[in-house]
């Protein structure tokens, strides 16, 4: 919805919530350039100009040559400054009915609201410019809006808390509210909450607040179908701490929680150039992780659960492909598993830099340099690649037992290790490629190099376990 106000206004509005997080502190105009994305300071600081002469509005902003500082005041609400942007804009009062589901079609909507049907048909050809197809709003002149429920509301809640996240309540009192939400979702979640820019961050607090206000006011009661997507379902999974005090449904609830989960695949597809190469490396990390050797399934999945329509030929799959390679090259095993072994090298203040002049090396060498070069993956890429496969690596020091129905020899191990002191720290999963720190499998299993696994005989002798026992005892310690 931002892209239907001028470069200038969409500053402002994102600039104030900036101001907002960080109200009273004094912020360098440097630093709020870089965090807007706007690399002209001349126009920043005539947005700061004129949002400080605005009147009545319960802020104050204060500013330099080098720093801008605002201070809100109790009652000071969005609202406001929302109808100054967007006041009589008839896109935006037509998508607030659509998404309270009071438009049936558009002839009835402008006989009862005194608009021509001509400026309504206009009004949502401008709003279908900036949306992909799955969203997009058809109408015939006498007809009822086409489609399920949700094609439609799913449309404009997506938007929604751009133009009125916070209608219903102050602004102050819901961000204040989420904060203690958000530590709880950065601590439950910290590695890949760290993951998300500034943006992404403010948008899990929006719309955890708009399924607050639909859940109360306006329910959806159609659900869209499963949807598994591990770069956000850790954060959907704290959806409950946000409904405390809401009296709905177990029901609702779940139906809310695969919205926000849709909304987040959603608004990584509408926002491909900004978000989508994140979560393809997310994804390409997992995939990986399974051992995954065919880029094409895993595409055809994504594009299902995405509406995108990336084919076998786009880049992103030669990209994969190299990171396959990145991820199975002896160099990057070896890297990974120096910084795992040596806690004081991994957390040093040099680490970036030890690590950069490794990749350095070895990138200049690397037998398909070329390629890297080509699809734009480069040192700086790969030096983040190993950080961040690192820092999977440490998160826990749970171990995993890699069990298969039948396969007896899986199910003696598991009970000679699970009835050691150990068995607190050891979690059985049918499947070995769920997500895991340490695998335990058999030669007939590949897995990536990096991992550190336990290769064992089908009929492991009681002294071969004992081994495995002190290695885990050690990883644990």
Not at 77 to 87: E, F
Not at 183 to 209: A, G, M, P, W
Request: glycine fraction near 2%; include cysteine.
């Amino acid at each position: 919805m931002q892209k239907l106000l001028k470069k200038q206004d969409q500053l402002a509005l994102e600039l104030l919530a900036l101001l907002y997080l960080y109200n009273g502190e004094s912020l360098s105009i440097v630093w709020c350039m870089d965090t807007l994305g706007e690399t002209n300071r001349r126009l920043l600081v005539a947005i700061i100009e004129n949002l400080s002469n605005k009147r009545n509005m319960n802020f104050h902003i204060q500013y330099s040559k080098k720093n801008v500082k605002a201070i809100f005041f109790d009652e000071f609400s969005l609202d406001d400054i929302y109808h100054d942007y967007y006041k009589n804009s008839v896109e935006i009062i037509l998508l607030d009915r659509i998404f309270e589901g009071k438009v049936k079609n558009l002839v009835e909507y402008s006989t009862t609201h005194f608009y021509s049907y001509s400026t309504l048909y206009r009004k949502i050809q401008k709003l279908n410019l900036y949306f992909s197809s799955d969203f997009k709003i058809t109408v015939g002149k006498n007809k009822n809006i086409p489609g399920k429920e949700h094609s439609i509301r799913c449309y404009y809640a997506s938007l929604y808390n751009v133009l009125y996240g916070n209608r219903k309540m102050k602004f102050q009192k819901e961000i204040k509210k989420s904060e203690k939400y958000l530590k709880s979702i950065q601590i439950n979640s910290e590695y890949l909450y760290s993951k998300l820019t500034f943006s992404e961050q403010i948008s899990v607090i929006y719309y955890f607040t708009i399924s607050r206000l639909r859940m109360e006011e306006y329910p959806i009661k159609l659900r869209p179908s499963s949807l598994k997507n591990s770069m956000f379902e850790e954060i959907v999974d704290n959806f409950d701490c946000f409904t405390e005090g809401l009296e709905v449904t177990k029901k609702q609830k779940k139906i809310e929680r695969n919205w926000l989960l849709f909304y987040f695949l959603t608004i990584m597809q509408l926002n491909q150039k900004d978000n989508l190469s994140g979560y393809f490396n997310q994804k390409i990390f997992e995939s990986l992780y399974k051992n995954e050797s065919k880029p094409a399934e895993w595409l055809t999945h994504f594009n299902q659960c995405v509406g995108s329509n990336f084919s076998e030929s786009e880049q992103t799959v030669m990209e994969f492909r190299l990171y396959q390679k990145i991820y199975q090259h002896v160099y990057f095993s070896k890297v990974v598993e120096s910084l795992y072994q040596n806690p004081e090298k991994r957390e040093a203040s040099g680490r970036v830099k030890s690590v950069t002049y490794k990749v350095q090396s070895w990138y200049e060498n690397a037998p398909f340099k070329k390629q890297l070069i080509h699809h734009g993956i480069t040192i700086d890429v790969i030096v983040d690649l190993v950080l961040e496969h690192t820092d999977f690596l440490k998160r826990s020091k749970k171990i995993y037992i890699g069990t298969k129905k039948g396969r007896h020899w899986d199910q003696y191990l598991a009970k000679q290790l699970l009835t050691t002191e150990l068995a607190e720290q050891i979690t059985v999963v049918e499947n070995w490629g769920k997500t895991t720190d340490f695998v335990i499998v058999d030669q007939k299993i590949p897995v990536l190099p990096a991992y550190k696994t336990f290769i064992i005989s089908k009929n492991p002798s009681l002294k071969e376990l004992e081994n495995i026992q002190k290695e885990l005892q050690k990883l644990l310690a």
